[in-house]
């Protein structure tokens, strides 16, 4: 059964930096297109970032843009966002998800920004 566990998350303050790692398992890593998510109280989740099965495609929300860079490891089966120049409206649960699945989404790993 698919496994997606994320972690990384923290406190920090704005301008600050945080790595992100999703580990997956239960299906062949390489041979799917991953995605971050991200859920703000008292929002929908959003799409954040895309990478293709061999990492050589990203797109980003235009919200991140610049400041966050999604990458992988297929022979570590784990997906990560190295996040940088964070602000207070980055502050949300990320998810990992692989891409267009209706995968159970996991539980999350909280990044607070702190003005």
């Known amino acids: 059964q698919v496994q997606l566990v994320e972690s990384g998350g923290g406190l920090v303050h704005t301008g600050g930096s945080l790595r992100l790692s999703c580990a997956a398992s239960g299906f062949t890593f390489s041979s799917h297109a991953m995605s971050w998510y991200r859920q703000a109280p008292g929002k929908e989740r959003e799409l954040v970032a895309y990478?293709?099965?061999?990492?050589?495609?990203?797109n980003y929300a235009d919200s991140v843009k610049g400041r966050f860079t999604i990458s992988r490891d297929n022979a570590k089966k784990t997906v990560f966002l190295q996040m940088n120049s964070l602000k207070p409206e980055d502050t949300a649960v990320y998810y990992c998800?692989?891409?267009?699945?209706?995968?159970?989404w996991g539980q999350g790993t909280q990044v607070t920004v702190s003005s």
């Open positions: 998800r692989r891409w267009q699945r209706a995968d159970n």
């Open positions: 990478i293709s099965t061999t990492g050589i495609i990203t």
